[in-house]
DNA sequence: TGCCAGTTGTG
DNA sequence: ACAACTGGC
């Protein structure tokens, strides 16, 4: 009997078995599998808590894999260069991937592709972590989207395949290739302390991402048009965790939402809406990779940004200090829980970009260092549009102010309670809990007075509309 | 997925 | 006195 040539599963952020093509399409041929997990640069730059959750991520999907007789080989390196000693030391003669679209894994992807190609190796990349390929939707004149509308117009209707079933078993290899310890990468160390306490919060893997989504679309989604708005309530899907990582699929997402739509529940169609959303990154970060870096609209680089990133407002504003309830009570959620409720991210960035007239980028590095959620397209679009530079951003001149949203979308002030333990006779278990995450370098505790607002409402809402006025564009 | 000041209409 | 509306930032 002549043994197969194995296949190499190169996993990358799609830590999941159902509704993976590339899992499929590597054991198609019933050769054996060997499952590769690679710490490369992409990995060493991620920021402290989503390296951390992606470690808790893989720890996870190797005991999912184990449960069916494979294994996650993990190996540390240039990417080219692990799959090329992979390669010649298993006899492999075929690598798989699901795609990525961020700027950097597209330009190393197109260069392992290519140098496997030219070494007579079979190299495959395939669709998984979108809906649709970010090519594949173009306007009437063949160009790309840049208002949400339209692309949700184009969208909504068409037809997103059902979710593929996940394989049954692995095909082991004869002898397995040597591991690296998950231990030895040390994906936590940058997290210190906050570790233990963010923890709480996580659920982690391609079986609570499932559980998330069917505890969601059968209840929480009637209420999500209105109920998402309020940080106090339960009224998110929270899955961004898990699409981050791709513990779960968007299609599999989306039929959920889909099913939950003809069974007549109003807050359905809203939640395909922010799936879509999800999409409209990628086809933005596709189609303009400097989304992620620079001003999406060139004449924002004469506003007169702060670009300090140690300025005292800006490590106020870091350190959930702002003096704006709404702001800190957001900022610390963050800090303790990896995660922030959508309505606190867009006002948290409109303090920044506007109140503070700080540049967006300094925003976007602070949330790529602290959200466990943190996902390349989503917080390059997310903060330019925040500050108005994006396409189809909101207006610089639309100023959130934090004490009106407060009153409106926290009435009972239940939120800023659970997060602000200042002031308070008995502060919340939550709020106390910022004081122990934080490094003790700043120096915090829940016996400070609460801080004074370093730029009030009224103040920064003047001084920002008066920069946007003088503006030279 | 805004805010605010100014105006108009109602009692 | 105040809700409802409007235009500009």
Known sequence: M??????????????????????????????????????????????????????????????????????????????????????????????????????????????????????????????????????????????????????????????????????????????????????????????????????????????????????????????????RDFPACNGTSRLSENLAYGEISPRTCWHAGLRAMHEGKAGAETFLKELAWREFAYHLLWHSPHIATSNWRPEWDAFPWNTDENAPEVIAWRQGRTGMEFVDAAMRELFVTGTMHNRGRMIVASYLTKHLMTHWRIGLDWFADTLIDWDPAANAMGWQWSAGSGPDATPYFRVFNPVTQLARFDPGRRYVDTWIAEGRRRPSRKALSYFEAVPPSWGLSAQDAYPAPVVTAEAGRKRALEAYQARKF
């Open 2 to 227: 002549v043994e197969l040539s194995p296949v190499i599963w190169w996993v990358r952020r799609d830590l999941r078995l159902s509704d993976n093509p590339a899992a499929l399409a590597a054991c198609a041929g019933g050769r054996p599998v060997i499952p590769v997990f690679i710490h490369d640069d992409g990995v060493a730059r991620l920021g402290a808590a989503p390296k951390w959750r992606l470690g808790l991520g893989l720890e996870c999907f190797a005991s999912t894999l184990a449960r069916i007789g494979s294994r996650l080989v993990l190996r540390r390196g240039d990417a080219l260069e692990v799959l090329r000693a992979l390669v010649a030391q298993s006899g492999a003669g075929a690598v798989v991937w699901t795609r990525a679209y961020d700027p950097d894994s597209v330009a190393r992807d197109t260069r392992v592709k290519t140098a496997l190609k030219q070494d007579g190796i079979e190299a495959r990349s395939l669709a998984g972590h979108l809906l649709f390929e970010p090519w594949t939707v173009a306007t009437g004149q063949g160009a790309f989207y840049k208002v949400y509308t339209p692309f949700w117009k184009v969208v909504r209707t068409r037809e997103v395949p059902e979710p593929c079933a996940a394989p049954r078993a692995l095909p082991a290899p004869a002898t397995w290739p040597e591991s690296d310890m998950l231990d030895s990468w040390q994906m936590g160390t940058a997290m210190r302390k906050g570790a233990e306490i963010v923890a709480t919060h996580l659920r982690v893997g391609e079986e609570a991402a499932q559980a998330r989504l069917d505890e969601f679309a059968a209840s929480a989604i009637a209420d999500y048009a209105t109920a």
